[in-house]
């Protein structure tokens, strides 16, 4: 019950970056900051192994050295690459793959969907949304890496404590 509970800060956290970054093409650096804090006692909680919690920071550590490379090449934004960090420590490395790999295809969905709408010259009263349909704007890529890192919940072995949790 208390891992489940810890364990909600994940969702609740990526879900907030996605809403934040579709409404204002930013992340706050509380929400990466919080996803690394709340790990500790997830992974308390759910008990982890030393070398399971070594493999997790392993993945988060590798996550971010990419993801710096990245934002340095301007590939994509800073949040967008400490959002990936902390979630990727969450995954771990049974999870990286399917984290990196569902992230992917919803980013993938995500500019085709963009790219749509933004050619059906849509306008709209709300500051955030004429920012989303403008074709100069990029895209609040947050949405994408929530929706990757849901996907790979399952396959992460603190996550999963997490799921047996709530199954139990």
């Known amino acids: 019950m208390i891992t489940t509970l810890v364990c909600l800060a994940f969702p609740a956290l990526l879900i907030y970056a ?15 900051i919080l996803l690394v804090a709340a790990f500790v006692p997830a992974a308390a909680a ?5 070398p399971e919690v070594g493999l997790h920071l392993a993945a988060g550590a590798v996550a971010l050295l990419i993801c710096a490379a990245l934002f340095y090449l301007n590939v994509f934004g800073g949040g967008d690459a400490k959002v990936i960090a902390a979630a990727s420590l969450w995954m771990g490395a049974a999870g990286s793959g399917h984290f ?7 980013g993938g969905l995500l500019a085709l969907l963009l790219i749509v709408v933004r050619r059906m010259k849509l306008s709209s009263s709300k500051a955030w949304a004429t920012r989303l349909l403008s074709p100069t704007e990029g895209a609040p890529y947050a949405v994408a890496i929530a929706a990757g890192a849901l996907f790979a919940a399952p396959y992460s072995p603190l996550l999963a404590a997490g799921l047996a949790g709530s199954a139990a």
């Not at 759910?46 to 030393?50: D, K, Q, Y």
């Not at 990196?100 to 919803?106: C, F, R």
């Open 46 to 50: 759910s008990g982890l192994s030393m």
């Open 18 to 32: 996605a809403w934040h970054d579709l409404t204002t093409m930013t992340i706050p650096n509380w929400v990466s």
């Open 100 to 106: 990196v790999m569902g992230t992917a295809v919803a």
